[in-house]
């Protein structure tokens, strides 16, 4: 089993910044490919917002459409630590975000509530 920290989530005004971190307890966390996904209401699927690849894949990433170009995923395998750099922030980024390690069957922190409001 894996554990996470989560922190940096909190309430912040439109157009302003947050930095999500996660870190893994696994030690192995290089291996894995690692992301972001939210949840913007209960009854709403879970999201994809950002993925990196592993190292041996060359940390490739991804993004949705609707953060690309305001998003920044990054990762430190030293820490076992993902990063999601958010700027630019709207009203509709308010959700859950949750941390991944291993895709869509893997590992999944238990989230951490972003607030965008004035």
């Known amino acids: 089993q894996v554990q996470f920290v989560e922190s940096g989530g909190g309430l912040v005004q439109p157009g302003g910044s947050l930095r999500l971190s996660c870190t893994a307890s696994?030690?192995?966390?290089?291996?894995?490919?690692v992301g972001w996904y939210r949840r913007q209401a209960p009854q709403k699927e879970r999201e994809l917002v950002a993925t990196m690849t592993n190292v041996l894949s060359g940390g490739r990433t991804n993004y949705s459409d609707s953060v690309k170009g305001r998003f920044t995923i990054s990762r430190d395998n030293a820490k076992n630590t993902v990063y999601l750099q958010m700027n630019s922030l709207k009203s509709e980024d308010t959700a859950v975000y949750y941390c991944?390690?291993?895709?869509?069957?893997?590992?999944w922190g238990k989230g951490t509530l972003v607030t965008v409001s004035s």
């Open positions: 991944n390690m291993g895709g869509k069957a893997g590992y």
């Open positions: 696994r030690t192995t966390f290089s291996d894995y490919s």
